[in-house]
């Protein structure tokens, strides 16, 4: 049984969150994620959910207590945004180092400065080493879903998780959301998995201990080798997730790609923008394809390459730059994953929508002509463009 | 009243074999806090001292269950495993009563910590924090803190030829958590540990936030012999340097009040973050001024609320 209702992104990841029934959430409001909390506080005080809400005086002591909450036995969630996020930096690497079960409902913003409250991926990308898992979101009803699944991933892996929309675009946008009874999430989540519990008195152990030149890097080495183990395993829990659910979700979603001679590679709403103008030149003949990265940590390199490497051009988009005169992130992941790869198709950054700046169909099509027009040059260079910006003149 | 019989007889739930330095005063602290909490208690430890001499990898000090996330949010994490403790209570997960005591040094509590420790008193959790002032950072050598004294030498205020060491006077962070409204808070020395037990005792009994601050004597840091740690403590409080008190209902009661004052230079000449004030008679003077106006103020404050 399921309901369909109008929602918002954030209404949406509340709604997610309101069906998981945490036993305790720790957040601070943010933009434009504060609806999240502010919806889910509600939640609380109409006795909706049995929850404890703490209502933290920062990002840095939520995700705190997230931890302390999530050592302690309890199923945790929060949400936060762009400078919260950066503010949680530190603490998220304990949070997976420890690894605790926490899922995140993070809201894409541009990081300061300039100071910006709109959408770009800066914020979801300074994390991307923090060791969670990142999952991006097309639309509300993907962030509902993924919320869901996410509580399941995260304590099936002991591995933090990071669900993300793009702020405002998504978090604010009101869209068809298909909504699960309470009794089927809770079914689909079931008994809540702790990797270990320090209000067992009765068998102390010490959490979070010194650890030096001596177990160090074994303590690491078993982190990153549950993170490669985790890529079949979300796979096979995207699978289940949709058995159970009647969904069909993927971990890299790919539409007209069979025959494609351009890619376009995006992430979260934008996605939904180059679709829309793939289905019309599809109309005309154009052999266009899309591909949307849903989980961005792990990194799905084989898969990606599979997809793509039979492609003329691929233009990939980023919504945030790394700062390093590389271009974007999305990029250099798929660069790196071409690397040694026999079928090496020609391939351009595009760098867009930072602080919200909207990308329209018109950009996309322009973007398309331009890989068409790289791929056959014999110019390889320059890689990485930014678009619909004003540059500067030359003087 | 606990006698020293019965706290050295209870079951040893901060064990020895921790790497703290002879005559180290955050270990005694520990060690009575933990006689007097019992098995049945969670700690929350922040980066410090503390957590560094008792956690070495594989092995732990900590008979009770311990969590350490980060130098400045143990307040922050105790208040998620006190909400994780209620959420389960509610579902009949759990049943048996349990103490969240968090700890921190100055560094972790009057500094970096302070807006997390903040905002958990503030949220009203169930938990009792103890701060172990040692006056400075000396898990990383020896830098100045808030609760670094005025004048003292530490290796981020030097006494140099134009500057004297630290030249601020320390933050009342006693005080602040006073300010927060709090059933509970208190000062305490180890050199009173009957004071200090019933303290935490008090503390452990209120349903909900309370603070003890307690003054850790550091033979590194302060620079002295290992064996007068327990001797300086009480100097502290007879020379009116560190003021045993507490306030509790709204009452201020001052444990010890010496009935002989001791000059304040026996505190200060007795370690050697001090010895460069034996040349500076004006700022001794200076730090006596200020102590002696903090002691008259917690007097009225006694008196104002009687």
């Known amino acids: 049984m399921s309901n369909i209702v109008a929602k918002t992104g954030n209404e949406a990841m509340a709604e997610a969150m309101r069906q998981i029934n945490p036993d305790v959430v720790a957040a601070y409001p943010i933009s434009p994620a504060t609806e999240i909390v502010q919806i889910f506080s509600t939640f609380v005080s109409g006795g909706k959910v049995d929850t404890i809400f703490v209502p933290t005086e920062s990002e840095h002591s939520a995700i705190s207590a997230c931890i302390g909450a999530a050592a302690a036995g309890a199923r945790v969630m929060t949400s936060t945004s762009s400078q919260g996020l950066a503010l949680m930096h530190e603490i998220l690497f304990i949070a997976s180092g420890l690894r605790l079960p926490i899922v995140m409902c993070e809201v894409n913003r541009a990081l300061s400065a300039p100071i910006n409250i709109h959408c770009d991926h800066s914020d979801t990308m300074a994390s991307r080493d923090a060791g969670w898992i990142q999952i991006f979101s097309e639309d509300s009803q993907e962030a509902y879903d993924q919320t869901i699944l996410a509580m399941k991933i995260s304590e099936d892996l002991f591995i933090p998780v990071m669900v993300t929309t793009d702020g405002f675009i998504i978090s604010h946008a009101m869209s068809r959301l298909e909504m699960y009874e309470n009794i089927d999430v809770q079914n689909y989540i079931g008994e809540h998995k702790t990797p270990y519990n320090i209000l067992d008195i009765d068998k102390p152990i010490t959490v979070g201990s010194l650890v030096l030149q001596d177990y160090y890097m074994e303590i690491k080495r078993q982190q990153a080798d549950a993170m490669m183990k985790a890529k079949e395993k979300i796979k096979e829990l995207y699978v289940d997730f949709n058995k159970k659910m009647k969904k069909n979700y993927n971990v890299i979603e790919k539409y007209f790609m069979d025959d494609a001679e351009y890619a376009i590679v995006a992430l979260g709403s934008t996605a939904g923008t180059a679709r829309y103008l793939c289905e019309k030149l599809r109309e005309k003949g154009e052999r266009v394809g899309i591909v949307k990265p849903r989980v961005f940590r792990p990194f799905f390199a084989t898969e990606i390459v599979e997809i793509l490497e039979n492609v003329k051009g691929i233009a990939v988009l980023d919504r945030s730059d790394m700062m390093s005169s590389s271009g974007g992130h999305l990029f250099n992941e798929i660069k790196s994953a071409f690397y040694r790869n026999n079928r090496q198709p020609a391939m351009r950054n595009y760098i867009y929508g930072l602080g919200g700046r909207d990308i329209t169909v018109g950009d996309i099509e322009d973007m398309l002509k331009d890989i068409k027009n790289f791929a056959i040059s014999k110019e390889k260079t320059p890689d990485i463009k930014y678009i619909t910006v004003r540059e500067q003149e030359k003087k | ?306």
Request: aromatic residues 10%; glycine residues 8%.
């Open chain 2, 1 to 306: 009243m606990t006698t020293i019989k019965e706290l050295a007889n209870t079951e040893n739930l901060f064990t020895s074999g921790h790497r703290a330095c002879a005559g180290c005063g955050g270990t005694v602290i520990l060690r009575l806090l933990m006689a007097v909490a019992g098995k049945d208690t969670v700690i929350v430890g922040a980066t410090g001292c503390m957590e560094v001499v008792s956690t070495i990898y594989p092995y732990t000090a900590w008979n009770v269950p311990f969590l350490h996330n980060a130098f400045e949010n143990s307040a922050a994490t105790a208040s998620g495993v006190e909400s994780a403790y209620r959420a389960l209570l509610k579902k009949n997960n759990i049943k048996k009563k349990i103490n969240f005591i968090a700890f921190g040094g100055d560094g972790g509590t009057y500094d970096i910590g302070l807006q997390s420790l903040s905002g958990a008193m503030e949220r009203g959790h169930n938990m009792l924090y103890v701060c172990y002032d040692n006056e400075a950072y000396m898990n990383t050598g020896i830098q100045r803190s808030s609760a670094t004294p005025f004048g003292s030498n530490t290796t981020t205020s030097p006494a140099g030829s134009v500057i004297k060491g630290k030249m601020q006077n320390r933050k009342d962070l006693t005080e602040i958590m006073v300010a927060h409204n709090l059933q509970y808070v208190a000062q305490a020395s180890p050199a009173h540990w009957s004071d200090f037990v019933n303290k935490v005792k008090k503390a452990l009994a209120i349903d909900g936030p309370t603070f003890i601050n307690v003054l850790s004597p550091c033979p590194l840091g302060w620079g002295y012999d290992p064996s007068l740690s327990i001797e300086l403590a009480r100097l502290a409080v007879d020379t009116h340097f560190w003021p045993i008190y507490e306030y509790e209902n709204e009452k201020y009661t001052i444990n010890i009040k010496p009935k002989q004052v001791k000059p304040l230079e026996d505190f200060l000449f007795t370690q050697a973050r001090f010895k460069h004030l034996k040349n500076e008679p004006a700022l001794v003077e200076e730090l006596k001024r200020f102590i002696e106006k903090r002691w008259n103020m917690l007097l009225q404050k006694e008196n104002f609320c009687k």
